[in-house]
C-alpha cells in the first residue's frame, strides 16, 4: 500500500515509519517544519522513503503531496502542539482556512476530525496511527509475574469500565 505518514515531533514518527516499511508498504513522509525532528528524514532516507517539510497549516501542501505520490491512506503520527495552530502563530493556507473556520470545538479531537474529514473528501483514508504497530503493544493478560488477586481484579474491571465510559462520551 502508498501510504503518508504526516510526521509531528517526538519518536513514534521513527517507530510508524519503520513498522510500515518492515510491513512492505511504500511510504511518502510529510514533515511538519515546526515540530518533526530532523533526524526523520535520515532513517527515511535509509529506508528508501520520500520526505516532504511542510509549514503547519499548509493543509493544501499536504494533501497535493499525497495525492501526488499515490497515497490512497495515511497515518497521523507524533504532537503538534494545537496551541501554535490557534494562536495565530502559523500561515494557514485556504484548505487549512476552511478547516478552522468549520471546528466546533478547538481542540485536538476536532482538529484531527476535521483534517480527517478533509483528507478522505481528497480520497486519502486516515487510519489508526497504531494499526502499524501491533507487534509493538501489550497483548492481553496479566504483564507481571503473578495475576491480580480477586480484589485487584475487580479493579481493573471497574476501572476498564470507566475508561470506556469517558472514551465513548
Not at 34 to 47: G, I, V
Not at 54 to 82: D, E, N, P
Not at 116 to 133: K, P
Request: glycine share 10%.
Amino acid at each position: 500500500m502508498k501510504l503518508g505518514l504526516i510526521a509531528g515531533n517526538g519518536r513514534f514518527p521513527f517507530l510508524v515509519l519503520e513498522a510500515a516499511r518492515a510491513q512492505g508498504h511504500e511510504v511518502t513522509v510529510v514533515a511538519a517544519k515546526e515540530e518533526t525532528f530532523p533526524e526523520l528524514e535520515h532513517l527515511a532516507d535509509r529506508l528508501g522513503c520520500a520526505v516532504h517539510w511542510i509549514s503547519l497549516g499548509q493543509l493544501g501542501t499536504c494533501i497535493k503531496v499525497l495525492r501526488t505520490a499515490g497515497v490512497t491512506h495515511a497515518v497521523m503520527a507524533g504532537q503538534v502542539k494545537h496551541t501554535k495552530i490557534f494562536s495565530g502563530g502559523i500561515m494557514p493556507d485556504l484548505t487549512f482556512i476552511k478547516v478552522l473556520s468549520q471546528l466546533a470545538s478547538k481542540n485536538t479531537d476536532g482538529l484531527i476530525g476535521a483534517v480527517a474529514n478533509v483528507l478522505h473528501d481528497n480520497g486519502i483514508e486516515l487510519i489508526n496511527s497504531t494499526a502499524l504497530l501491533e507487534p509493538l503493544l501489550a497483548g492481553a493478560g496479566s504483564l507481571t509475574k503473578r495475576a491480580p488477586t480477586p480484589d485487584e481484579q475487580r479493579d481493573v474491571e471497574f476501572g476498564y469500565t470507566r475508561s470506556e465510559e469517558h472514551t465513548s462520551e
